[in-house]
């Protein structure tokens, strides 16, 4: 699935989106503590919900951040995705009208 990121378990959009909208209601907060490619907040966040998302594998982070439109790099590093078909970076591009998703509190 075009969704898919670099990660081993990574759930389909359509099945967490069944679970979010069943579980919650907009403006919810959705915690995922083991978030991986934070599928699960990329989801919350299109479906009007705000997330805390947990990941200790800093690759994942990187993930997490691009898809989510909170940064375009880290640590002076561009965050690219990764083409499917011939495993190149892309740069896809970051929309600065993204919702922000995590409030720092």
């Known amino acids: 699935m075009p969704e898919y990121e670099n990660h081993p378990t990574q ?7 069944r679970i979010i909208k069943a579980s ?6 959705v915690l995922d503590p083991f978030s991986g490619t934070f599928t ?6 299109s479906l009007g919900r705000r997330s805390i998302g947990i990941e200790l594998e800093e690759e994942y982070v990187k993930i997490g951040l691009r898809r989510l439109g909170l940064a375009t790099s880290y640590n002076g590093e561009p965050l690219l995705a ?3 078909s011939t495993k190149r970076k892309q740069h896809i591009p970051v ?9 720092i509190v």
């Open 11 to 17: 759930k389909p959009v359509a099945l967490l989106e």
């Open 24 to 29: 919650s209601n907009e403006g919810d907060l």
């Open 40 to 45: 699960t907040s990329y989801v919350a966040q």
């Open 82 to 84: 990764i083409e499917k």
């Open 95 to 103: 929309s600065n009208n993204s919702p922000r998703l995590f409030d």
